[in-house]
Structure formats: C-alpha cells, structure tokens
C-alpha cells in the first residue's frame, strides 16, 4: 500500500524558513516525480514545485521560484521542500504526491499524503 507522510509544517514570521519533508512507502518512488501542492482555505490546491530522477529536473511555480528548493534523497523515497523568504501569502496546507510523470495538474497524480500546515504571520 502506497503512503505519503509529510513533516515539518509550522507557524512561522514573514521572511523565516521551514523544511518540509515527505517520506514515501509501499513504490519504488525513484522512477516517478514527486510533487508538492498547496491549499489555502477556499481556494483550489496549486502546483508550488515537483522533482523527478536528479536535481536537475525540477519545476516550480512562479510564485516560488527562487524562494523554494524540491530535492529528494538517494534512495528517491523521502522529498524535501526547502521554503526560504517566506511570505503570508504562503500560508497553506501542503501536501506531497506521487506521479508517474513530470507533471503540474494535480490530476496527474495517483497517491497523496494527509497534508501538513504552515502559517506565515507578518
């Protein structure tokens, strides 16, 4: 049974950072992209950031660009996502997934994990 498990969510002040981290099991995750969505309250979940096979293929969303670093271990079965700069606006349920492709639609992806909090107070 595939299960995605996220950590490191918290309240943090506007310019901070927080490291998330999502820890995969149950898949050979290393021949598949893992992403990253996030959900404010009444908006729709959007696509922040998503990596597959090395560091060198990983894609952002434009309102994260340059703030926020995917990256994932060796062993492909543990995702991080570095958040640096962090602004109000960021404040969100972020949630990991898993894809058989490079993907920004979060209909492309078939396993999620149950989310985890940040809050960025100004």
């Known amino acids: 049974q595939v299960q995605l498990v996220e950590s490191g969510g918290g309240l943090v002040q506007a310019g901070g950072s927080l490291r998330l981290s999502c820890t995969a099991s149950?898949?050979?995750?290393?021949?598949?992209?893992m992403g990253w969505f996030r959900q404010a309250p009444g908006k729709e979940r959007e696509f922040v950031a998503v990596?597959?096979?090395?560091?060198?293929?990983?894609y952002y969303a434009d309102s994260v660009k340059g703030r926020f670093t995917v990256s994932r271990d060796n062993a492909g079965n543990t995702v991080y996502l570095q958040m640096n700069s962090l602004k109000p606006e960021d404040t969100a349920v972020y949630y990991c997934?898993?894809?058989?492709?490079?993907?920004?639609?979060?209909?492309?992806?078939?396993?999620w994990g149950q989310g985890t909090q940040v809050t960025v107070s100004s």
């Open positions: 149950g898949r050979t995750f290393s021949s598949y992209a």
């Open positions: 990596i597959k096979w090395s560091i060198l293929d990983t």
């Open positions: 997934a898993t894809a058989p492709k490079v993907a920004r639609s979060p209909t492309e992806y078939d396993y």
